[in-house]
């Protein structure tokens, strides 16, 4: 899947926003294929996949495009 990231804290995680649905992806910096998470900016493309966790949907193998 693709999408662009919508925010992300200092806290090492942040949220994609994906086309066509309206509810943001958790990530954590754990989740980052070949993407250090300082190199991310709000509004970079990145693809995943989607996981359920105990907390709802995130998104992991989360790489920059």
Known sequence: M???IKKLTD???GF???PGND???FFHASELD???FSEL???DAVSFEVSETPKGRA???????
């Open 16 to 18: 994609i926003s994906q």
């Open 23 to 25: 509810k943001d992806l």
């Open 2 to 4: 693709e999408g662009t």
């Open 59 to 65: 998104a992991t193998k989360v790489k920059k495009i």
């Open 41 to 43: 900016r709000e509004g």
């Open 11 to 13: 806290k090492n995680f």
């Open 34 to 36: 070949g993407t250090d």
